[in-house]
């Protein structure tokens, strides 16, 4: 009596058709399961996949369907050229997000070794990205979260050259300006060229915080548990002693929360108040100048 035919182990072109992924997602998955570059997926799309790399796919692909991002999946994230970490301490850094970088660029491009302060950082992409557009920058950055710091320290360690002029990004623990305590806020040393930040800004009833990605980032990070603009006003009516004359802050926020946003600096005094859009035409990012 003869054995009957066994299946042949399907192969990388075949495993990826059959993927209830989007294509994008299946061959990021596929490619990080056999530590392959992505283009090798087509130039080796007719090699067969032994079980053990099946398996870890088939884990990969698991996880997404159940609905946690590829970022944390894969555990990087590409931001402003860099491939940050990325794991479930942290927001996932975001394309719109790199407007608040080239917003920041622009504004100090003029100074020599600018003084960046970054409030909430998370991964530290605004922070880094800052830092190594201008390795003159003096960049100071705080989080609350001792876990977050961990993720952005490593991801400055892994990204930026240690021989840089501004030297190394100062990471602070603490709550907004509560992480500069222990010194005069009228210190130079503490007076920055610009501020920037990311904060939480979604309103607690927003469905999105319960859709996507978002279910599993970290929810600190996204809202503020109230109208989506408390950690703004703070961030705002707290920025004057740590800006120089003639400094920055732009503060990204959400959709709908520009003219909101306006009225704040405005009435703090700040000069020059405009909002920018991102990509997508939405004013995602707003600022003005301490006069």
Same mark, same amino acid.
Do not use: C, K, M
């Given at each position: 009596m003869t054995a009957g035919p066994t299946s042949a182990a399907p192969t990388v072109t075949a495993v990826l058709r059959a993927c209830p992924l989007a294509p994008l997602e299946a061959r990021v998955l596929l490619a990080? !399961? %056999?530590?392959?570059? +992505?283009?090798?997926?087509?130039?080796? #799309? #007719?090699?067969? %996949?032994?079980?053990?790399a099946l398996a870890a796919f088939r884990m990969l692909e698991a996880r997404r369907v159940a609905g946690e991002p590829i970022?944390? @999946?894969v555990g990087v994230r590409e931001f402003y #050229? %860099?491939?940050?970490? $990325?794991?479930?301490? $942290?927001? @996932? &850094?975001?394309?719109?997000?790199?407007?608040?970088?080239?917003? !920041?660029?622009?504004?100090?491009?003029?100074?020599? +070794? /600018? +003084? $960046?302060?970054d409030l909430g950082t998370g991964s530290g992409?605004?922070?880094?990205?800052?830092?190594?557009?201008? &390795?003159d920058a003096r960049v100071w950055a705080v989080d609350r979260s001792g876990a977050a710091l961990a993720v952005a320290a490593r991801n400055a360690a892994k990204l930026l050259d240690p021989g840089r002029p501004g030297g190394p990004i100062a990471w602070m623990a603490g709550d907004w300006y509560g992480a500069l305590d222990g010194a005069s806020p009228a210190s &130079?040393?503490?007076? =920055? *060229? @610009?501020? $920037?930040?990311?904060? &939480?800004? @979604?309103?607690?009833? *927003?469905?999105?915080?319960d859709e996507g990605d978002l279910r599993f980032e970290p929810r600190g990070a996204l809202t503020d548990e109230s109208d989506g603009l408390t950690a703004i006003r703070s961030i705002v009516?707290?920025? #004057? /002693? =740590?800006?120089?004359?003639?400094?920055? %802050?732009?503060?990204?926020?959400?959709? *709908?929360? !520009?003219?909101?946003?306006?009225?704040?600096?405005m009435a703090a005094g700040f000069a020059d108040v405009r909002s920018l859009q991102d990509l997508a035409g939405i004013e995602r990012t707003t600022g003005g100048r301490r006069v």
């Open positions: 990080h !399961a %056999l530590g392959w570059r +992505r283009t090798e997926l087509i130039t080796r #799309g #007719g090699e067969s %996949l032994d079980p053990n970022a944390q @999946i #050229g %860099l491939e940050f970490d $990325v794991t479930p301490d $942290v927001l @996932i &850094p975001r394309p719109e997000t790199e407007l608040l970088v080239e917003t !920041a660029l622009a504004a100090i491009e003029s100074i020599p +070794r /600018p +003084r $960046v302060l992409a605004i922070a880094v990205a800052i830092a190594s557009a201008r &390795p &130079p040393a503490l007076q =920055f *060229d @610009i501020i $920037v930040t990311n904060p &939480p800004y @979604i309103a607690s009833g *927003d469905p999105h915080l009516l707290g920025s #004057g /002693p =740590f800006l120089a004359i003639g400094a920055s %802050l732009w503060i990204e926020h959400g959709y *709908d929360q !520009a003219a909101s946003v306006r009225a704040l600096l």
